[in-house]
């Protein structure tokens, strides 16, 4: 929006017509030229002037007029003192430029003359009233060069000169009056401005909430002068504007000691080094009321060496007290958030109870205790975890949670109520009379007690001392409250998990037991379906474990017990008995194995029977070892009676042996029959080595172990041996060139051969 209130836009103006009708002026120029027959440089100057001037004098015109606002709130009266303006200057303008000959060129107005009143149009009327002067004066000047007959009162030879001479001179008259406005304008303006902005200021000032501001200068070597304070130091330090202005030290005198010095000594570094000062401290209002205050100065140094301090003074008790407050609450937070931590990563409870201790201390308390209740007939309270200063207190405390004198401290009466209990001043507090000089002693000002409870029962209480009076408040209380009862269950917590992994460790140890025993187990519900197998009934039965669950235990019957022994054996266990037998069961693979099996029902807490476990003992090996005991016992007896067989038959060999030899030795026997006596004793020889194994076998005899050759006995054997295989199998035997001798029995390797 163009309203001609500033000089750039005038001058914006004249460069967009001087920039605008440049090149219009060439075509306007020629024409003009050729037609009259004037040079093209004086053409084209007129055309160029007349078209800037057109804009000039039309523009303004237009954008001051074409609004509704143009004439909104003007007057008669200044619509006459308007009117009579324009006329005036239309009777100047046409006795300036109407001549009629050069015989009263004396007596006209001269064109210049004009120019005041223009002047005052603009002072008068603003852009309004000189746009409008300037198109009538512009209109008249070019209408009287026009109809002129003689000479120009501005000279020139030509129509042309002379039209470009009254068009300049309209011009300059225009753009002077339009540059004049506009540069009052301007001034009114930043004149307007400055007065707004110094309301604002001062408005601003007087009206900013819990502070002020004020202006102090200081000569070299003088105190400060207070030369502006804002009208709100009165609701802030009590104090009137006119006071302070009087009386400069006024502020600083109602800093607290050592506030004030520290005050003053910061302020004179700051106006020896021009920097900028922030203070925060305290001081007492005159009505004696302390309060927190932040000052900001900025210093800066005047052209005659005067330092003038731009300050402000904000009361900022209620921020300080907001922050202590929101400290205080972020760190009763971080208390129960470490807390939070510590029941997360504490593996045992006297951890947890220390850990909480020392939280609490370090969130600005001076002793924090716990301690749990003894159910006996004193009703004590043993301490069991404590942090801060404490020394030795808690020995001399003998605190007991019964309803006596001893019992009225707080620990005791937060224990008995399951309530939190305060004092907030132990040395005021009757309650604490039996203890108040040793707390005295320690610095213990107040005190709070807290209820640990189990389920509702309460266990034991936290107890904590401050060296401040008064200082659990509501908030602080149920702060405290929340962390009481998170350490309350985290201990209830670390007791349940404790008892878990017991529970767990004696579970995992009969599991164990039961996956590693080498006797197979089935657990059954009470239908009698498969539940759970160990690996050894998988060993043994050759059934997986997800193959035998959901089945029935019939599974491995070998079919060799009837209906009635399997009756007999689900009678006694349906009425909660428990049953031991032998059974003869079958593999997966077909294969029959004996167990002796005890089945046990087990029973709920109501005494039903809900499932039913049987541990299966593999006997089939002993069995078997029975039975090859029963027949070794068998054998025994078999090679005692051999043995006493042998023996009596080897009494007999030896008679017939001493027989054949004395045989032998008798003369005149044929070459046939000493022959067959040989044969005999041979055959008596084996008949005594056979007699020798019996009495081995029934451990009557040794072996005769001697140096032999294999050759030999093997050759001594051919000829009983073709009778024994028969004279359809023909029998061939080479002997070994180099065959080493062995030590063995004689008897022995020929009982081999015949076997």
């Given at each position: 929006e163009i309203k001609f209130d500033r000089v750039r836009q005038v001058l914006l103006l004249?460069?967009?017509?001087?920039?605008?009708?440049?090149?219009?002026?060439?075509?306007?120029?020629?024409?003009?030229?050729?037609?009259?027959?004037?040079?093209?440089?004086?053409?084209?100057?007129?055309?160029?002037?007349a078209h800037a001037i057109g804009l000039l004098l039309v523009t303004p015109f237009?954008?001051?007029?074409?609004?509704?606002?143009a004439v909104r709130g003007w007057r008669w009266p200044r619509v006459l003192e308007l009117a009579a303006n324009l006329a005036l200057v239309f009777f100047v303008t046409r006795a300036s430029f109407h001549v009629a000959?050069?015989?009263?060129?004396?007596?006209?107005?001269?064109?210049?003359?004009?120019?005041g009143l223009l002047l005052w149009s603009a002072l008068r009327f603003g852009p309004r009233g000189i746009t409008l002067a300037a198109m009538l004066c512009a209109a008249i000047a070019v209408t009287s060069e026009a109809v002129a007959t003689g000479p120009s009162v501005l000279g020139g030879t030509t129509a042309t000169e002379r039209l470009l001479l009254v068009q300049l001179c309209v011009g300059i008259f225009a753009i002077s009056g339009l540059m004049l406005t506009t540069s009052l304008l301007q001034a009114r303006a930043a004149?307007?401005?400055?007065?707004?902005?110094?309301?604002?200021?001062?408005?601003?000032?007087?009206?900013?909430?819990?502070?002020?501001?004020?202006?102090?200068?200081?000569?070299p070597s003088a105190p400060p002068c207070c030369i502006y304070v804002s009208a709100g130091v009165e609701p802030v330090l009590g104090l009137t504007a006119e006071t302070v202005k009087r009386d400069s030290g006024a502020i600083v005198r109602l800093l607290l000691e050592p506030n004030r010095e520290a005050f003053l000594a910061a302020q004179e570094t700051s106006r020896r080094n021009l920097t900028v000062l922030n203070y925060v401290g305290r001081l007492q209002r005159t009505d004696g009321q302390v309060r927190w205050v932040s000052i900001s100065s900025s210093p800066r140094r005047a052209p005659d060496g005067r330092c003038v301090f731009d300050s402000i003074l904000v009361d900022i008790t209620e921020r300080m007290e907001s922050e202590a407050e929101l400290r205080r609450i972020n760190r009763t937070l971080h208390t129960i958030s470490q807390c939070h931590q510590a029941l997360i990563h504490i593996t045992t409870d006297q951890e947890l109870l220390d850990?909480?201790?020392?939280?609490?201390?370090?969130?600005?308390?001076?002793?924090?205790?716990?301690?749990?209740?003894?159910?006996?007939?004193?009703?004590?309270?043993?301490?069991?975890?404590?942090?801060?200063?404490?020394?030795?207190?808690?020995?001399?405390?003998?605190?007991?949670?019964?309803?006596?004198?001893?019992?009225?401290?707080p620990t005791g009466i937060a224990i008995r109520t399951g309530r939190s209990c305060a004092t907030h001043n132990i040395q005021s507090d009757p309650s604490f009379g039996s203890w108040r000089a040793e707390a005295a002693k320690q610095g213990y000002v107040s005190a709070l007690a807290l209820p640990l409870r189990d389920k509702q029962e309460v266990f034991g209480s936290i107890s904590i001392y401050s060296e401040k009076p008064d200082a659990f408040d509501p908030r602080e209380v149920a702060f405290l409250t929340k962390l009481a009862d998170d350490l309350a269950f985290g201990i209830t917590v670390l007791r349940t998990r404790a008892e878990h992994r017991r529970v767990e460790e004696r579970d995992a140890r009969l599991s164990m037991a039961v996956e590693q025993s080498s006797e197979s187990m089935i657990i059954t519900d009470r239908n009698a379906n498969i539940l759970y197998v160990n690996p050894a009934f998988e060993r043994l039965t050759g059934y997986t474990r997800e193959e035998a669950i959901g089945r029935k235990p019939g599974l491995i019957k070998s079919g060799q017990h009837g209906a009635s022994f399997y009756r007999s054996m689900w009678d006694r266990l349906s009425r909660g008995e428990a049953w031991r037998g032998h059974i003869s069961n079958r593999t997966k693979d077909g294969r029959l194995f004996e167990e002796d099996v005890a089945i046990s029902p087990v029973c709920n807490p109501a005494g039903e029977i809900v499932s039913y476990v049987s541990v299966h003992r593999d006997v089939t090996q002993e069995r078997q070892i029975r039975e090859q005991l029963r027949q070794t016992q068998k054998m025994e007896a078999i090679g005692q009676l051999a043995g006493g067989i042998a023996h009596d038959y080897n009494n007999i060999l030896v008679g017939f042996m001493i027989q054949l030899g004395?045989?032998?030795?008798?003369?005149?026997?044929?070459?046939?029959?000493?022959?067959?006596?040989?044969?005999?004793?041979?055959?008596?020889?084996?008949?005594?080595?056979?007699?020798?194994?019996?009495?081995?076998?029934?451990?009557?005899?040794?072996?005769?172990?001697?140096?032999?050759?294999?050759?030999?006995?093997?050759?001594?054997?051919?000829?009983?041996?073709?009778?024994?295989?028969?004279?359809?199998i023909v029998l061939q035997f080479r002997r070994h060139p180099a065959l080493p001798p062995v030590e063995a029995d004689t008897g022995m390797i020929e009982q081999v051969l015949m076997n």
């Open positions: 004249v460069l967009a017509a001087a920039a605008l009708n440049a090149a219009f002026a060439f075509g306007g120029g020629g024409i003009a030229a050729r037609l009259y027959g004037d040079a093209l440089v004086l053409s084209w100057q007129t055309w160029f002037v237009v954008v001051t007029w074409a609004t509704p606002e000959d050069a015989a009263h060129d004396a007596a006209v107005l001269r064109p210049y003359m004009i120019m004149e307007s401005a400055a007065r707004e902005g110094h309301a604002r200021l001062q408005s601003l000032g007087d009206n900013l909430p819990n502070s002020f501001i004020y202006q102090l200068e200081q000569e850990e909480v201790c020392r939280l609490v201390v370090e969130s600005g308390y001076r002793l924090t205790w716990v301690g749990f209740i003894e159910h006996d007939a004193a009703k004590r309270v043993r301490p069991v975890a404590q942090m801060g200063q404490e020394a030795g207190y808690l020995e001399t405390l003998q605190i007991t949670w019964a309803d006596t004198e001893r019992g009225q401290s004395l045989m032998q030795r008798t003369p005149g026997l044929g070459p046939e029959i000493h022959q067959g006596l040989k044969e005999l004793e041979a055959e008596a020889q084996r008949a005594a080595s056979l007699t020798r194994q019996l009495l081995m076998l029934s451990r009557r005899s040794v072996l005769e172990v001697k140096t032999l050759d294999l050759n030999d006995v093997v050759t001594g054997l051919l000829k009983i041996l073709g009778r024994l295989i028969g004279e359809h």
